[in-house]
C-alpha cells in the first residue's frame, strides 16, 4: 500500500481528498500545515501532495525545507493549489515538484495524477542498473541524489537534477522540447515548452564552464555533448 502525504490548510477539502484517496487503496497521513507536514516526513511518505497557500509556512518554503533534508529530498511533491497562472506553475516545476493540479479538482484527475506519478518513479527505479553516471568532470548519484562536477559538490533542485541525468544518460541525442517534457515530467503532466529552457538555463549556470555539455540544436533542442 503506497502512503501519500496531503497537506491543506482548509479541513472541508483535506478529507475530501483523504476519503478519496483511500477509498482507491492509499495509506493518507495527512496535515493542516507546513509545519506538520516537515514533523511527518518521518513516516516516510511515497509521494506528497502540498497545497501553495498556506499561513506560516507557504508550499514553496516547505519544499524547499524537504529538499534540504537528504533523507526525504527523493520525496516526488505534487502542488496542489487555487492560484492561477503560468508563472506560478513554472515556478512550482522550476524549484523541482513533479506536477503542479490547480483547484478544484475532480477525485477521478487527482487519483489518475497520482497513479502516474507513482508508477513513473516506480519505472525510473527499475530502470537503473548503475547508481552513478559518470561524463567527463560530471558524477551524478541517482542513489545518493547528489551531483559533482569538478570534484565539487552542486545542489540541484529536484527537475533540474532529473533533467540533466537524463540527458547525460542519452548522450550524443537531440532531443526536442516535448521529448523531454515527455520523458522527464511525463506524458499525462501538462506544463509549458518554456518550462525546459527555464531548466536548462539553471543547469548551464551550475555546470559553469562546462556549460557547452548542454548544446543549443536550433529550431529543434537540446543535446547533451560528452566533449563540451
Known sequence: ???????????????????????????????????????????NPDLIILDIMMPEMDGFEVYNKINSMKEYNHIPIIFLTAKSGESDEIK????????????????????????????????????????????????????AYTITIDGKNKVFPRKEFQLLHFLANNPDKVYSRENLLKEVWGSGIYVVDRTVDVHI????????????????????????????
Not at 559553469?208 to 555539455?213: A, N, P
Open 92 to 143: 512550482g516545476l522550476e524549484i523541482g515538484a513533479i506536477d503542479y493540479i490547480q483547484k478544484p479538482i475532480s477525485p477521478q484527475k487527482l487519483l489518475a495524477r497520482v497513479e502516474l506519478n507513482l508508477r513513473k518513479g516506480n519505472q525510473k527505479n527499475s530502470k537503473s542498473s548503475s547508481s552513478q553516471t559518470k561524463v567527463g568532470p560530471l558524477v551524478i548519484d541517482i542513489e
Open 1 to 43: 500500500m503506497k502512503k501519500v502525504l496531503l497537506i491543506d490548510d482548509e479541513p472541508d477539502i483535506l478529507e475530501f481528498l483523504k476519503y478519496n484517496l483511500e477509498k482507491a487503496g492509499y495509506n493518507v497521513l495527512t496535515g493542516l500545515n507546513g509545519k506538520q507536514a516537515i514533523k511527518l516526513l518521518d513516516k
Open 201 to 228: 538555463r539553471k543547469i548551464r549556470e551550475k555546470l559553469g564552464h562546462h556549460s557547452e555539455m548542454i548544446e543549443t540544436i536550433k529550431g529543434v533542442g537540446y543535446r547533451f555533448n560528452r566533449e563540451g
